[in-house]
């Protein structure tokens, strides 16, 4: 009888879930996330289901591991401070595929060097200069990104930048070809960066993780889920975080469809920074063929085709400024509820609210506190920031009480983009303590941050909202209604060719919205989904029946939906895919790609033999490194020819091979 523990760390609740025989859920448990220590919260909920279950830690057979952190750290904009090798290129090619902005003003050299499309040298790389770049650059840099021309036609050039590097700075190294197969510098350089950004805080979640298994008694092998559903070993995670973004949706995808067994519906997940939106068909999620988007950042990465949006119960409350009426917004960021603040101090907490009430007039930070991530790394910072951090120390601010200039702003900013800060304020879920919905936090706290809030003036010079309860079910209504657009973008998006526009216009068109509303004149409009939608997270059946209702769907909100993606992430099968190509450079040679460099061959049946067989050596080794067993393979070759001179002539090949099977898990 096999006992295996599933665990997903999210942004703000860590659950666990233990599964007998991959049929039956026997015990589910929650903890909040515990972002300076995740052992913490990790540790919190396993025990939970081991006591729940009256299970020993030692039954466990397996364990796997889901997370959104990497997805919510790119869609906050967070991560560790790195440097980009960029190898061939111009520097021009910096402002492609948002590379700037993906670097976010962190260091980056354009180096000579790199290959031509069929892998030969193009120009020496110039490694003095990287000697040179990385004597003054690499202090504060946590982890360096390598992206060469054509590298996926020959790595040379990155191989020898990382062997440098790792010489000089002992900092992990990223290579863009160890990421993907496919051309396109600038967006496998993208690519690299995230990676490199994510690698110190996946390492620290997964080495944590461990650690606390190994404290609870539990020997089993853990795993990691990727972002397209499949497992992975801790040790493939650590050296590829970026595999991980979408891995907790990901692993809500399968959960959603052991759960419900259902064959096609829109999957939507609600955590506390995000909302993710996914399609089954047919039984299956499908693969984004353009890569994993998160956020404002196309990857390379093969993750479970999604929108990803910045909307959860922690999504920070906007007022918006346009118009008389005014209203309100939710999102991108995640604050820290008030009422959860409030249950960790609540003595700072509730004497600023009161101070605040009392007051004759509202106060740009009233409600709003601050507290810093005792334990988190805190390198590359500029004097601002460091006298900022220092003023915060370990304990939970009032917000006004730190900010003593405009400047000061900026600088906050770049602290919680870093991890280093989280803010406090207004969220969803400080709206649902309000309205009874939820009690988990201190009520209290959320009905004075609410009182505050709705005090606050719009265009019109009136109140936003004439007491808390009111303006609670103005923002249980917004998330609905961004909800509802989320969702009906995502359906736009599986049908866009058939209409013509880009999705997030035709949900926001006006003859959908009026659809919604059922208008009735000489025209009938309704807008309707035409398949159900399974609503997970933990504050699914809060928010979703309403949602269900504006879509006139059925919303299926499965008895385990709180912990769907701790019950994927065990669920799930060890997949690894390789791909790999063959040009014809020239008439009676064929070429094939490889690590080692390109290899020539006079036939084409001998070139792509040789790739698939190299392909699948490699696939069946990450998949045994990843302690999968009974691997099946499967190959996929895309043949492209060309009708010249009234014969078929061979240009360009493709192949794919996937290597799969259940992971082992450790015998009684």
């Not at 160890?178 to 950004?197: I, M």
């Not at 290597?659 to 450790?666: E, F, I, N, Y």
Request: hydrophobic residues 45%; charged residues 20%.
């Amino acid at each position: 009888m096999a006992l295996l523990l599933g665990v997903d760390t999210g942004g703000t609740y860590t659950d666990a879930v233990l599964i007998r025989d991959e049929k039956e859920v026997i015990a589910s448990a929650k903890s909040l996330t515990t972002r300076a220590d995740l052992a913490i919260g990790v540790g919190g909920a396993i025990r939970a289901v081991l006591d729940q279950s009256g299970c020993a830690a030692a039954e466990v057979s397996m364990a796997a591991l889901s997370t959104t952190l990497a997805t919510n750290a790119l869609v906050e904009g967070q991560g560790g401070r790195v440097a980009l090798i960029y190898i061939g290129f111009a520097p021009e090619d910096l402002d492609r595929h948002g590379l700037k902005d993906a670097l976010k003003g962190d260091p980056a050299l354009v180096l000579a060097g790199g290959h031509n499309h069929a892998g030969g040298e193009a120009t020496p790389l110039d490694t003095e200069a990287l000697r040179a770049f990385l004597e003054t650059e690499a202090a504060g840099v946590s982890g360096f990104a390598v992206a060469s021309l054509f590298a996926t036609r020959n790595p040379a050039h990155e191989q020898e930048a990382a062997r440098i590097i790792t010489e000089m700075t002992q900092a992990p190294v990223t290579c863009s070809h160890q990421l993907s197969a496919k051309l396109n510098g600038p967006k496998r350089a993208v690519t690299a960066v995230l990676n490199a950004r994510l690698i110190g805080m996946i390492d620290r979640l997964i080495g944590r993780a461990q650690d606390t298994l190994v404290e609870l008694g539990i020997t089993a092998p853990m795993m990691v889920v990727r972002g397209d559903g499949a497992l992975m070993s801790a040790e493939q995670a650590r050296e590829r975080p970026i595999e991980t973004i979408l891995s907790g949706p990901a692993a809500s995808i399968v959960g959603a469809r052991w759960m419900t067994g259902a064959e096609n519906a829109l999957v939507s997940d609600i955590g506390g920074t995000t909302t993710d939106v996914a399609l089954i068909k047919d039984g299956k999620p499908a693969i984004d063929p353009a890569g994993a988007r998160v956020g404002e950042f196309r990857t390379m990465v093969e993750a479970v085709a999604m929108r990803t949006t910045g909307l959860g119960g922690d999504s920070q409350v906007h007022i918006q400024s346009s118009g008389l009426q005014g209203g309100l917004s939710l999102g991108p960021r995640r604050v820290v509820p008030v009422s959860l603040i409030a249950s960790e101090a609540p003595e700072v907490v509730h004497a600023a609210l009161d101070k605040a009430l009392n007051a004759p007039v509202v106060g740009e930070h009233d409600g709003k506190f601050v507290r810093a991530m005792v334990g988190m790394p805190a390198v590359g910072l500029g004097e601002r920031e460091h006298m900022l951090l220092g003023r915060i120390g370990t304990e939970v601010h009032p917000l006004g009480s730190i900010l003593r200039t405009r400047m000061e702003h900026g600088a906050l900013s770049r602290l919680v983009d870093r991890g280093l800060v989280q803010v406090s304020g207004v969220t969803p879920s400080d709206a649902s303590h309000v309205l009874g919905r939820v009690e988990a936090w201190d009520k209290e706290a959320a009905e004075k941050a609410l009182t505050l809030f709705a005090r606050r003036r719009v265009g019109s010079g009136d109140t936003l909202a004439k007491d808390p309860y009111v303006l609670a079910q103005m923002i249980v209504d917004q998330l609905t209604e961004q909800t509802t657009l989320t969702l009906l973008e995502s359906a736009f998006a599986e049908e866009a060719d058939d209409f013509g526009l880009p999705p997030a216009e035709l949900a926001r068109h006006v003859l959908t919205l009026r659809g919604l509303n059922g208008h009735r004149g000489i025209l009938a409009i309704d807008t309707a989904m035409s398949i159900d939608v399974v609503g997970l997270g933990a504050s699914a059946s809060s928010y979703y029946p309403a949602v269900g209702e504006r879509l006139k769907c059925r919303m299926l909100l499965p008895q385990h939906a709180g912990v769907a993606n701790a019950i994927g992430a065990v669920v799930g099968r060890v997949t690894m895919r390789k791909s790999g190509s063959v040009t014809s450079p020239a008439e009676g040679k064929f070429r094939v790609y490889l690590e080692a460099g390109p290899e020539d061959f006079s036939s084409s049946e001998e070139a792509l033999s040789m790739l698939e067989t190299a392909l699948e050596a490699e696939a069946r080794r990450e998949a045994e490194a990843a302690g999968a067993e009974d691997i099946h393979i499967h190959v996929e070759r895309d043949i492209r020819t060309a009708e010249v001179e009234a014969r078929e002539v061979f240009v360009e090949a493709t192949l794919t091979v996937e290597a799969s099977g259940r992971p082992r898990v450790a015998e009684d």
